[in-house]
């Protein structure tokens, strides 16, 4: 199955950890990527590869898989965090579907 | 520093054919290691892969898509481009254009603006 399936909704509080998962078969294969999107804005790559940041993403955000579970762990979660994350991967026959994303609340 | 710019009809009656271009400067579209993109996405809803394409042109396609669906590449415009057919009111989304890493892994690095689509009569 090419289905990346993601919590609809996470909160957490101001400078608390919190982790954003993402399930699929094809992630015992393939690994996810991160996205953040803000209202109005196109999404930001955060996470890629095994734990990659591009350049200018802060060093709190950081990525793991374990079996079909990727996760995206933001570690001391700011107020600017407040967005929506996706996960993307591949899958065997080369499609690359997206999470249903998750709603981030930092209270 | 790669930009991606979007640019096509705003409205698009049903039935007839979505079209739209995404314009690549600061890099080459044939620079080896990427993919080039097309993502959808709905207001209020999450993000929908559509189609990648290299600039061989070889082509990927959602399935859910791949009837409808055309992505073209003009490398001598470092453009690619999109076509969907038969539109419905369902394909009325903000349609991004972005630049896919093959290099080992996988991921979006750079995402145009986006662009609005309507479909209605």
């Known amino acids: 199955s090419s289905e990346l399936t993601q919590d609809p909704a996470v909160s957490v509080a101001l400078g608390q950890t919190v982790r954003i998962t993402c399930q699929g078969d094809?992630?015992?294969?393939?690994?996810a990527s991160w996205y953040q999107q803000k209202p109005g804005q196109a999404p930001v790559l955060v996470i890629y590869?095994?734990?990659n940041r591009p350049s200018g993403i802060p060093d709190r955000f950081s990525g793991s898989t374990s079996g079909n579970t990727a996760s995206l762990t933001i570690t001391g979660a700011q107020a600017e965090d407040e967005a929506d994350y996706y996960c993307?991967?591949?899958?065997?026959?080369?499609?690359?579907?997206f999470g249903g994303g998750t709603k981030l609340t930092v209270l | 520093q790669v930009q991606l710019q979007e640019s096509g009809p705003g409205l698009v009656k049903p039935s007839q054919t979505l079209s739209l271009t995404c314009t690549v400067s600061?890099?080459?579209?044939?620079?080896?290691?990427?993919?080039w993109s097309w993502i959808r996405q709905p207001a209020g809803k999450g993000l929908e892969w559509i189609g990648r394409?290299?600039?061989?042109?070889?082509?990927n396609y959602n399935p859910s898509l791949k009837s409808r669906v055309t992505i073209s590449v003009d490398t001598s415009k470092n453009q690619f481009s999109l076509k969907l057919s038969s539109v419905t009111a369902a394909d009325t989304a903000l349609y991004y254009c972005?630049?896919?890493?093959?290099?080992?892994?996988?991921?979006?690095?750079?995402w145009g603006q986006g662009t609005l689509v309507t479909v209605s009569s």
């Open positions: 972005a630049r896919h890493a093959m290099t080992g892994t996988h991921f979006f690095d750079y």
């Open positions: 600061g890099g080459s579209i044939s620079s080896g290691g990427y993919y």
């Open positions: 394409i290299y600039t061989s042109g070889s082509t």
């Open positions: 094809s992630l015992r294969d393939y690994y």
């Open positions: 590869g095994e734990n």
């Open positions: 993307n991967s591949r899958d065997s026959r080369g499609n690359h579907p």
